[in-house]
């Protein structure tokens, strides 16, 4: 069994910056790949980033690319989420979460945070 925390969201404006964190407890952060993942009032939640279990590998949603870093601490047992540029559309319920392989799907996550909230104003 794994524990989830994210921490780090809130009210920024755009343009600002926010960083998140993703503190891991339970069987061995390093053994899995990590993603973000994020939910906007009213629609489906939708992949933001991943990143592989050495932290050597990443993928974006193309909404986020060039703004997003996605990366790891495996001595630490966290992962983090540094959002640059922010927009009003990232508001959202970002979530973090662990699976087996990279991936863009919500249903390949085994493991999920209880998610924290970002909201920017326009």
């Known amino acids: 069994q794994v524990t989830l925390v994210e921490s780090g969201g809130g009210l920024v404006q755009a343009g600002g910056s926010l960083r998140l964190s993703c503190a891991a407890s339970?069987?061995?952060?390093?053994?899995?790949?990590m993603g973000w993942l994020r939910q906007a009032p009213g629609k489906e939640r939708e992949f933001v980033a991943t990143?592989?279990?050495?932290?050597?590998?990443?993928t974006y949603a193309d909404s986020v690319k060039g703004r997003f870093t996605i990366s790891r601490d495996n001595a630490k047992n966290t992962g983090y989420l540094q959002m640059n540029s922010l927009k009003a559309e990232d508001t959202a319920v970002y979530y973090c979460a662990l699976g087996s392989l990279p991936s863009g799907m919500s249903r390949n996550y085994a493991y999920w945070g209880q998610g924290t909230q970002v909201t920017v104003s326009s």
């Open positions: 339970g069987r061995t952060f390093s053994s899995f790949v």
């Open positions: 990143i592989i279990r050495s932290g050597g590998g990443t």
